[in-house]
């Protein structure tokens, strides 16, 4: 069983910046997409970015283009996410997910992070 932890979220002001870490407890990049997903209060969840197994290719929905960058740490099996020019729409709480694929949802979530957009 995988298990994975996310931090870094917290309050923080429009227009500015977060990272968020995800640690796997075990070798994950090499076979897992990473995603990061976020659900806001009374909205249903959605994708952020993935970046995929192997090459690492990284993938971004159009609202977070431009702000946000996903990388990866294969020795230290970390992923992370740079969050750059925060709006209030970003609020919600942050998961991290370790998918069979990057085209779909099935696979091992950690518990989430809250990132607040607030003055």
């Known amino acids: 069983q995988m298990q994975l932890v996310e931090s870094g979220g917290g309050l923080v002001q429009p227009g500015g910046s977060l990272r968020l870490s995800c640690a796997a407890s075990?070798?994950?990049?090499?076979?897992?997409?990473i995603g990061w997903f976020r659900q806001a209060p009374g909205k249903e969840r959605e994708g952020v970015s993935w970046i995929s197994s192997g090459d690492g290719s990284t993938y971004y929905a159009d609202s977070v283009k431009g702000r946000f960058t996903i990388s990866r740490d294969n020795a230290k099996n970390m992923v992370y996410l740079q969050m750059n020019s925060l709006k209030p729409d970003d609020t919600g709480v942050y998961y991290c997910a370790a998918l069979s694929s990057c085209q779909d949802q099935k696979g091992y979530w950690g518990q989430g992070t809250q990132i607040t957009v607030s003055s």
């Open positions: 075990r070798r994950t990049l090499d076979y897992y997409c």
